[in-house]
């Protein structure tokens, strides 16, 4: 069971990136996949989340700004990230499961002023 982020990098206030999770496995019929980010010293925060049918939820910072989206066939997880902006910078994972169970190894974003 794995979970691969790419699609982080830096990039200016105001632009946009796209993260991908590539799922392995039987885990894409988990019902909930998650997007968590992490800043140094702080706690990993619930940025997005998406069920199996297809409902989001997001943070409140984020609203907006971020779409989170699945592609069961291809067992992709993605959020695109839009109006990016200094404080979003962190490394972002994906996650699965309650808890979540299942964790990928996360990937950087550095938003520049």
């Known amino acids: 069971v794995q979970l691969a982020e790419s699609g982080g990098g830096w990039v200016q206030a105001g632009g946009s990136l796209r993260l991908s999770c590539a799922a392995s496995g039987s885990i894409f019929n988990i019902n909930v996949m998650t997007w968590y980010r992490r800043t140094p010293g702080i706690e990993r925060k619930l940025v997005a989340a998406i069920t199996g049918d297809g409902d989001t939820r997001y943070a409140e910072s984020v609203k907006g700004r971020f779409t989170i989206s699945r592609d069961n066939d291809k067992r992709i997880l993605y959020l695109q990230m839009n109006n990016l902006q200094p404080e979003d910078t962190a490394v972002y994972y994906c996650?699965?499961?309650?808890?979540?169970?299942?964790w990928g190894q996360g990937t950087q974003v550095t938003v520049s002023s």
């Open positions: 996650a699965a499961g309650p808890g979540p169970t299942y």
